[in-house]
Nanobody
Framework: QVQLVESGGGLVQPGGSLRLSCEVT????????MVWYRQAPGKEREFVAA???????NYAESVKGRFTVSRDNFKPRMWLQMNMLKPEDTAVYYC???????WGQGTQVTVSS
């Protein structure tokens, strides 16, 4: 049984920072890439960032230069450091393993003054 639990969301002013965490229990053999997605109200879930076990990263254009994804392969667990937050970053953020349908419950990020 695989479980993913996201945490660290909250309310922050524009320009502020948050650090999201993704804790994983269970084991998924053969799936290497961990990903962050987000879903804003009335919109489809969209890709945010990805990281391989070799620490290679990929980001959506909208967050490049502001967000940084990292992971601990031993645990495993993953983080998303979000800086210079904008109102358009407001969404529920989810973590997963690429190519699977395992998702956590999400953590709400609200950027507002």
């Amino acid at each position: 049984q695989v479980q993913l639990v996201e945490s660290g969301g909250g309310l922050v002013q524009p320009g502020g920072s948050l650090r999201l965490s993704c804790e994983v229990t269970g084991f998924i053999p053969g799936y290497d890439v961990m990903v962050w997605y987000r879903q804003a109200p009335g919109k489809e879930r969209e890709f945010v960032a990805a990281i391989t076990s070799a620490k290679h990263t990929n980001y959506a254009e909208s967050v490049k230069g502001r967000f940084t994804v990292s992971r601990d392969n031993f645990k495993p667990r993953m983080w998303l450091q979000m800086n210079m937050l904008k109102p358009e970053d407001t969404a529920v953020y989810y973590c997963s393993f690429q190519g699977t349908n395992f998702w956590g419950q999400g953590t709400q990020v609200t950027v507002s003054s």
